[in-house]
């Protein structure tokens, strides 16, 4: 059975950083996607960052770009999210998610292309 157990959420203020990190265990060897998606209150579920785990080849958000990185640690099964300079606009829930091959590397991901879903940590950013 697949799980997905995402940590790490909280309140800071602007301009500081967090970690995020999800715990995977029972995925298949279909799984070649993992990522990192958000929603706001009254806005879709918008996709971060996604991480492929054939060559390690990433992708991110333009609002993300340059602030966030997504990296996987096979050995403890653990994906990070290294979110740095947190804007107000960055509040949302953040869920991390694994997915079968749709598309070669790197592309927005969709959460209609995952199926597998964590429960979520809530990140608040203040001003």
């Known amino acids: 059975q697949v799980q997905l157990v995402e940590s790490g959420g909280g309140s800071v203020q602007a301009g500081r950083s967090l970690r995020l990190s999800c715990v995977f265990s029972g995925l298949t060897s279909n799984i070649a996607y993992m990522a990192w998606f958000r929603q706001a209150p009254g806005k879709e579920r918008e996709g971060v960052a996604s991480?492929?785990?054939?060559?390690?080849?990433?992708y991110y958000a333009d609002s993300v770009k340059g602030r966030f990185t997504i990296s996987q640690d096979n050995a403890k099964n653990t994906m990070y999210l290294e979110m740095n300079s947190l804007k107000p606009e960055d509040t949302a829930m953040y869920c991390c998610a694994a997915g079968p091959m749709r598309w070669p590397p790197p592309y927005r991901p969709h959460p209609s292309d995952y199926t597998h879903w964590g429960q979520g940590t809530q990140v608040t950013v203040s001003s």
């Open positions: 991480i492929y785990k054939g060559d390690g080849t990433t």
